[in-house]
T-cell receptor, first 113, second 114 residues
Framework: GDSVTQMEGPVTLSEEAFLTINCTYT??????LFWYVQYPGEGLQLLLK?????DKGSNKGFEATYRKETTSFHLEKGSVQVSDSAVYFC????????????FGKGTLLTVNP | DADVTQTPRNRITKTGKRIMLECSQT?????MYWYRQDPGLGLRLIYY???????NKGEISDGYSVSRQAQAKFSLSLESAIPNQTALYFC?????????????FGPGTRLTVL
């Protein structure tokens, strides 16, 4: 079945540091890939998405590129801010499904001033 | 105003009690979902509904039931709560069939079963 593996946290960075959160997946067909963010006390919000190989999703300075050859969708940001502190979830929607999301376990990011 | 709302936001109950969590949405979406979130486990799908007359089990439906009262309302019930149902519960919605089918999440209900 479909699965998502993302790097375990917690991740602690200083403001303006470079961020990478690794995500790899296993899926049949041609999945769509997502990064969701959960700020403290809130629900999940879609951060970015990519629907086919080599697509790059981007939003709020975050980027991730859909790499079919390495089955990866790593999240990056060049300069993190304190306000980026949150839990980040990688997710996929399998190519054979138009509804079911499979989530990774989440990575807690803390950015210190 | 929030597009997806959940009530209550927090609930503490005792083993064996019946509990209902409610979800309402103003997005006009056909599809609604219930997930639970446990530390270190991500989100797992409990039930989903594609319209008022269509309800389906997710990967962890045992011990739960749902009711889709209207397009905008989808409630989750725990008939006899047990401590391992202590978790954060999220409702989500999405449009019908589509290329991306992004899901929109409510703020969550934190349930504690003593």
């Amino acid at each position: 079945g479909d699965s998502v593996t993302q790097m375990e946290g917690p991740v602690t960075l200083s403001e303006e540091a470079f961020l990478t959160i690794n995500c790899t997946y296993t899926a049949t067909g041609y999945p769509s890939l997502f990064w969701y963010v959960q700020y403290p006390g809130e629900g999940l919000q879609l951060l970015l998405k990519a629907t086919k190989a080599d697509d790059k999703g981007s939003n709020k300075g975050f980027e991730a590129t859909y790499r079919k050859e390495t089955t990866s969708f790593h999240l990056e940001k060049g300069s993190v801010q304190v306000s980026d502190s949150a839990v980040y979830f990688c997710a996929l929607r399998g190519g054979g499904s138009n509804y079911k999301l499979t989530f990774g376990k989440g990575t807690l990011l803390t950015v210190n001033p | 105003d929030a597009d997806v709302t959940q009530t209550p936001r927090n609930r503490i109950t005792k083993t064996g009690k019946r509990i209902m969590l409610e979800c309402s949405q103003t997005k006009g979406h056909d599809r609604m979902y219930w997930y639970r979130q446990d530390p270190g486990l991500g989100l797992r799908l409990i039930y989903y509904s594609f319209d008022v007359k269509d309800i389906n089990k997710g990967e962890i439906s045992d011990g739960y039931s749902v009711s889709r009262q209207a397009q905008a309302k989808f409630s989750l019930s725990l008939e006899s709560a047990i401590p391992n149902q202590t978790a954060l519960y999220f409702c989500a919605t999405s449009e019908g069939q589509g290329a991306v089918n992004e899901q929109f999440f409510g703020p969550g209900t934190r349930l504690t079963v003593l």
